[in-house]
């Protein structure tokens, strides 16, 4: 039977894969082959859901594994598909829209790009099989390797993309040709700025998939013995429980990475108005550096009265990342889901989502006081 749906797997694979070649042969349209293919791989991982055995040791078998990777497969793709053809169809239409979509396909159909994303899924799914060593906690620890990968990998993507968008255009001199469109400066530093945030969005949610996926499935592995020991059906409830809930807290820890990465490629598209990649790079590590240092020394009690002054403009002038990573508590720390999990002492739900939002609030108006700053830098560049 293993054997079968295996066989059944790699057909529709096969297929998903050589339809939109087949499909643009003929002339009918890339996209309603990009369709088709989450559409076959949706439907060829739940097949294999369905027909995979239901009893604990469906958890680590190879049908399951493979059925439930597909299906994390198909839900990037599907995400990427949003980005695709949802948002940059809706925002295409105008000025500021079209050089955000030039920038996005720019950012991404680059090797680097891609190498990263490649590279960032695998070194994902690799960990997902390696121990760490600890008592009891190993899926923990995982998810917070997997959701620290997920920001690690999308750094690069975003400092590539974004460094490249305004200094290199200048010295190609394409800048000059889209300057000479009835397009302003400030909806250029926007514009370029948009498409990179859209590139950072699919890094993000590729990866942030693909480790919640891989996550859900090492906690089967990490607790399989209290699954063989489980007294009854509610007890294997109440585990299956606690796998989601460790999913639901990954995705505002991915929503907030994504706020971390958009703060800080604001400021390398301030940056790109006036230097190069070198330059872009090592900017934004220190500042990567020095805001996450910085919020540790305004609470340290080693600190005197004026450097304690100096630290805390540095950490006003700053990106917060300390306060927009909740890993510690989302990932080690507890909280309740519904009103039959109340615990005391711990956040609801709801309350955690609350503080994205308010977490949310700060970056747009950090990131347009940053942006208005490398619009301000931009006006008076040389383009000649």
Request: aromatic share 12%; charged share 10%; with cysteine.
């Amino acid at each position: 039977m293993n054997a079968w749906l295996i066989g059944s797997l790699c057909l529709v694979v096969a297929v998903a894969l050589l339809l939109p070649v087949w499909l643009k042969w003929q002339r009918i349209g890339w996209q309603l082959g990009t369709y088709l293919t989450v559409m076959l791989l949706v439907a060829g991982a739940g097949a294999m859901l369905w027909i995979a055995n239901r009893s604990v040791e469906h958890f680590l078998n190879i049908p399951y594994v493979i059925g439930m990777l597909g299906m994390s497969l198909a839900g990037i793709a599907a995400f990427v598909g949003v980005v695709e053809f949802a948002i940059l169809r809706t925002i295409g239409s105008t000025q500021l829209g079209a050089i955000a979509r030039v920038t996005y396909y720019e950012g991404l159909l680059q090797p680097f790009t891609l190498i990263v994303l490649g590279s960032g899924i695998a070194v994902i799914g690799v960990c997902a099989r390696l121990g760490f060593f600890t008592y009891y906690e190993d899926f923990k620890m995982y998810r917070d390797v997997a959701a620290s990968f997920v920001f690690l990998f999308a750094m690069p993507v975003m400092v590539f993309a974004s460094s490249k968008v305004i200094d290199e255009e200048i010295d190609n001199r394409t800048m000059l040709t889209l300057m000479s469109k009835p397009v302003s400066r400030t909806q250029v530093v926007l514009g370029k700025y948009l498409g990179v945030v859209l590139l950072v969005l699919v890094a993000v949610g590729a990866l942030g998939i693909w480790g919640m996926m891989c996550s859900y499935l090492r906690y089967f592995d990490d607790m399989m013995i209290d699954y063989r020991v489980a007294s009854g059906s509610q007890e294997i409830a109440r585990l299956n429980f606690e796998n989601t809930k460790a999913i639901f807290a990954i995705i505002p820890s991915l929503v907030l990475t994504f706020m971390q990465v958009s703060a800080l490629a604001a400021v390398s598209v301030a940056i790109s108005t006036r230097f190069g990649l070198a330059v872009n790079i090592t900017v934004v590590v220190l500042i990567y550096i020095t805001a996450n240092l910085a919020s540790f020394l305004v609470n340290s009690q080693d600190v005197s009265g004026p450097v304690q002054t100096v630290v805390s403009l540095f950490a006003y002038l700053l990106p917060g990342l300390t306060q927009l990573d909740l890993n510690q508590r989302l990932i080690f720390g507890g909280y309740s889901l519904g009103a039959n999990d109340w615990a005391p002492n711990t956040p609801t739900y709801g309350a955690i989502w609350r503080y994205v939002a308010l977490a949310g609030t700060y970056t747009v108006l950090y990131v347009g006081a940053v942006l208005s700053f490398g619009v301000a830098m931009f006006r008076t560049r040389e383009l000649s």
